[in-house]
């Protein structure tokens, strides 16, 4: 193993980890895997993300203090904002383009479809606040009186899941914020208590960029001890990331063992976990796959002509096998901080700055399938989505990726968020838990691609790209 490339050795423990889940279902041994296996899993995830925080606070403030022009700041802040909504805009524009194209809501069964709609309408009826826009009431046509039983039975159980209620009561906090909440939550109220929390990076980083800006208006003498401790600590959590990545392909082993042995008990569970909601599964999956292999590498080419398809992917892939592992942008975090770096060339002070914010503000990937899930919901329930609605869509799924904490399943809160804005059942949501942390894990590589390809283009722009890497490639 220790001959083999970084990335081919992740790729074989993420095999070994899906084969070894899948005998695990079949022998019933998932009880021994959750024992024995799933904890090193847990603990791989806890190693970065308990190095993310540090090394992102660090980071910043060794990034930002080594600015030659304090104005350069700024330029680079307003060029990686830009470049991130463009993308997320970009992402959410893309899911809505295929979902409306190849209709998967419409492959349900038309039986099952009529009693969707209902079920719709009960819900419509029964909460007062929403109203039926497409005109339709199926709930009054005679010739559907038989189903109308069994569909207030079912829409009753929609709402009574407790992991439905949770979601939604969290969607509800998110929505009872004033206007000027995300920007109130920017600022800590105690540092100390943000660095122990992986939601509050907003705020480490908003730290980080204070400390490093004040450290450029004091005198040189002043500043410079502090600045060699924070430059040395840095390194040191460098080094605490490349450490762990040395048993990575083990972590990963039994981090797919354990996720997919908590999925289901038995192999036939297993496999029907992964034809489940097949048609909507396919459509994001597609999605993510065009952004990932199409959308960024394009960009990309467009402003480092040198760096060629094969070497980006070659390049980043390390970080993008570790984000489908850990589903996690911020436990990915040090590890698509080294990428950038040591493979694409990035300087220190662009990877510092730029991949922090990313992997806090930068959702692609979740704002693809919040723009899927909705019309395909929607599709499925026979609701008829007005371009003005699917607008709705974008703005709002674009807004609340800023806000998706970048830790696993984050992107079902703001899910619910996006359905009401567009007077949708949230407890909708329930419908696609059975396939959500597949897709999770694969919008987690994106979202992470996203960031790795952003801070490419922004050190080009910047001039801090070193070039002369991809002169053999």
Known sequence: MKKLALHWQIIIGLTLGIIYSLLSSAFGWNKFTQDWIDPFGTIFIRLLKFIAVPLVLFSIISGVSSLPDPSKLGR????????????TVAAVGLGLLLVNILQPGSYIEENQRIKNRIKYEIWVQNTGEAEILDNKHLLQDPKYADMIAD????????????VVQSRMQDAESFKDAGPLQFFVDFVPDNIFAALTDSKKMLQVIFFGIFFGITLLF???ATTQPVIN??????????????????????F???????????????????????????????VVALGLAIMIFVFYPI????????LNYGTFFK?????????????????????????VRDNLGVSSNVTNFVLPIGATVNMDGTSLYQAVAVVFLAQMHMVDLTLSQQLVIVVTATLASIGSAAVPSAGLVMLIVVLQSVELNPAWIAIIFPVDRILDMC?????????????????KTENEINLDLYKNE
Do not use: H, W
């Open 76 to 87: 680079m802040g307003i060029k990686t904002l830009v470049a991130y909504i463009t993308t």
């Open 218 to 220: 004091l005198p040189q």
């Open 252 to 282: 990963v082993f039994a981090l797919m063992a354990g996720v997919i042995s908590k999925m289901a008990g038995t192999l036939g569970e297993v496999i029907e976990i992964f034809k489940a909601l097949l048609s909507y599964s396919v």
């Open 315 to 339: 390049r980043i892939s390390p970080a993008q096998f570790l984000a489908f592992s850990t589903s996690s942008s911020a436990a990915t975090l040090p590890v698509t901080m080294e990428c």
């Open 443 to 459: 919008r987690t590589v994106v979202n992470v691609t996203g960031d790795m390809s952003v801070s490419t283009i922004i050190a």
């Open 229 to 250: 401790l924070v430059n040395g600590i840095n390194e040191v959590f460098l080094k605490m990331v490349e450490m762990v990545m040395q048993a990575a392909p083990f």
């Open 151 to 162: 569909a207030t039975t079912a829409a009753a159980g929609e709402s009574s899941s407790d």
């Open 299 to 306: 960009l990309v080419r467009m402003f480092v002509k040198q």
